[in-house]
Each structure stands twice: as structure tokens, then as C-alpha cells.
């Protein structure tokens, strides 16, 4: 990580030349754009999931080519197997040893395409990489560059030839998000400008590694007061009691939500974080983490979604949080 100090105005400046650069592909989804961008900075991952064609990859395709950092594409399928995400050692007759070949994981930035198209067993391998920055094959450790962040996509369940996402998988991702079909205008512009152009050629990197390391760090200087952690601790156990919910957030999943709001904080110009940063995020954050109870429906609305709205108006803020 490199530890040199940025300015408030440097990191809006560069924050904004990232969402411009990957806005210009992505037309119409600036929340989804922002959202990739805050897992970035908040050293998390994210879960992109929608029907096919709605441009998942584009935006994941998109924010790796904003950032001048390696980037390896794995696209998941049924024969795909754990070694080539990890690696493998591969036995050298001449130096009669075995030498460590680094599978696809080995990037800055991962696109892990259609990730639930592959056996448990193979998005399995993704889990400590996503969580500890390193893989370890045949009882060796071998760190991951830094930065490092996986953007998964993944078709709905319903599609056919998908596996699910393990609770333990879905876990290590800071924030799932959907892109949903853009508007008449959006869609109509699309036809005219990418006829006979990708527009991802037209993309050249706005930031290198080194900048987005110092970004980081200067997000993780937010300030959240006490009694913030205690808002956020506070709708995390809200999750884990509710009767609509079969699970609720686990600690991790507090963790993340603290780390994103610092960063969306900071997006807003801010450098500490307020209440309304959780409540903006507790639902890309939570959802994908929760399981409804077993009868519960709502007609009209995800149940889990619903919950965690609730939640939110149900949960006292501390007084000294509000300021």
C-alpha cells in the first residue's frame, strides 16, 4: 500500500475523472457506476447480478480499463476447475522441484464472469483470495498484488445451468448490485453510437495502481464517531433479530458497511461519515447476506428488501450521530 498522502481535492479529482471515464460507456447507471467504484475504494468486492445483455461485464470491463492496473478475465464455466483460478505446481524435470504456475487470480482487477455458471467447487476457490489477498496451493502461501478487487457477474437462478452462490461466498462480497434495462433514451443512444464502435477502445486509463492505493488510504482516514458504529452495530443486530429474516448480517457484513460509507463519505466530499451514508448502502451491503424466513412473502416486492427498510425506519438513530 502506498502510504504517500492525497489532498481532499486530488481525491475528487480523480474519483471524478474514474466515474467519468467509466460513465461514458455505461449510459443511464450512475449508482451502479458509483457502487462499482466505492467496492474499489473500500477494498471489497462486488456481485453484479441481472439477466444477460443488460451490461454487467461492460461495467466491470469498463472500470478495469479506467485503471491502469493487470487484469485477467475468467469466465466461469460447468468444466472450469479450482486450479485455473488459483494455479497450479507443475512439476520441473530439470530442476527436479516443483515450480508454482499462478492461475487467473493473479490481477489487480479479476472479472469473474458469469461466476455462478461454474460448480461450488470452483467458486470456492475464489474464497480466500476474496478474503485474505492470497491463495495457498499444496500447503504454500502466495500473496495477491494490492490493490486487488473481484467483479463477479452472475445470471438470476432462475437462468439455465446456474449453481448458487454458497452463503460463505456471497459473504465476501461487499455489495451486490443490479443494472436492470436502461430507459428509451439510454437504450436508443446505444443503438446509434455502438453500431460499428466498442466504445471500450475508446477507453484509456485515468489512474494507475499507485493512485488508487493512496485513494484507499485517504478513505480509510474518514472518521466515524462512536456513536455512528453504534447506529451501524445497532441495524446489523436489528437484521439478526427481525422474524421476516431466516439470517441476518453477519460481522463482517458491519465491517463492510462501515468501510463503504467512509468511502461513500468521501465520494460526497465529506471526511466523516454520517447516519444517511449506512442507511444509503444497507441494502446493496445486507441483502445478498440475508435469507427470508421460510413462508415469507410480499407480494409485489423482494422480502428481504422490504425487511431491511423497516429496519431502517424502526432503528433509532443516537442523537449524537445525527450532526
Known amino acids: 500500500m502506498d502510504d504517500t498522502r492525497i489532498t481532499a481535492e486530488q481525491f475528487a479529482t480523480q474519483t471524478s475523472s474514474i466515474l467519468e471515464s467509466v460513465g461514458e460507456v455505461i449510459d443511464g447507471k450512475e449508482e451502479a457506476v458509483r457502487s462499482a467504484l466505492v467496492c474499489l475504494l473500500a477494498e471489497g468486492h462486488l456481485l453484479i447480478e441481472d439477466v444477460p445483455g443488460v451490461g454487467k461485464t461492460m461495467l466491470a470491463r469498463a472500470l478495469a480499463a479506467s485503471v491502469d492496473a493487470s487484469v485477467r478475465r475468467i469466465q466461469f464455466t460447468p468444466d472450469l476447475l479450482p486450479g485455473d483460478v488459483t494455479g497450479v505446481s507443475v512439476y520441473n524435470p ?128 474518514v472518521h466515524v464517531s462512536p456513536a455512528v458504529e453504534e447506529y451501524a452495530v445497532a441495524l446489523a443486530h436489528a437484521t439478526r433479530n427481525d422474524p421476516s429474516l431466516h439470517l441476518g448480517a453477519s460481522p463482517r457484513a458491519t465491517l463492510q ?42 407480494a409485489g416486492a423482494q422480502p428481504v428488501e422490504t425487511a431491511l427498510r423497516q429496519i431502517v425506519e424502526r432503528v433509532r438513530v443516537p442523537l449524537t450521530a445525527r450532526s
Open 257 to 298: 458497511l462501515v468501510r463503504a460509507a467512509k468511502v461513500w463519505a468521501a465520494l460526497e466530499g465529506r471526511e466523516f461519515v454520517i447516519p444517511d451514508d449506512l442507511t444509503a448502502l444497507i441494502v446493496p451491503v445486507f441483502a445478498h447476506r440475508l435469507l427470508p424466513a421460510r413462508g415469507v412473502h410480499r
Open 94 to 221: 530439470v530442476d527436479r522441484e516443483f515450480e508454482f504456475k499462478p492461475g487467473a487470480v493473479f490481477a489487480q482487477i479479476v472479472l469473474a464472469d458469469e461466476i455462478n455458471r461454474s460448480s461450488p467447487k470452483t467458486q470456492s476457490a475464489l474464497l480466500e483470495a476474496m478474503e485474505e489477498g492470497q491463495v495457498t496451493v499444496d500447503g504454500r502461501t502466495h500473496p495477491l498484488p494490492d490493490p486487488f478487487l473481484v467483479v463477479a457477474t452472475q445470471n438470476p437462478l432462475e437462468m439455465e445451468g446456474t449453481y448458487a452462490l454458497p452463503e460463505a461466498q456471497r459473504d465476501r462480497f461487499m455489495m451486490r448490485i443490479s443494472m436492470g434495462y436502461p430507459d428509451a433514451a439510454a437504450e436508443a443512444l446505444m443503438l446509434r453510437q455502438r453500431d460499428s464502435v466498442n466504445p471500450l477502445t475508446a477507453i484509456r486509463p485515468v489512474v494507475d495502481a499507485a493512485a488508487i492505493s493512496r485513494m484507499i488510504g485517504w478513505a480509510r482516514s
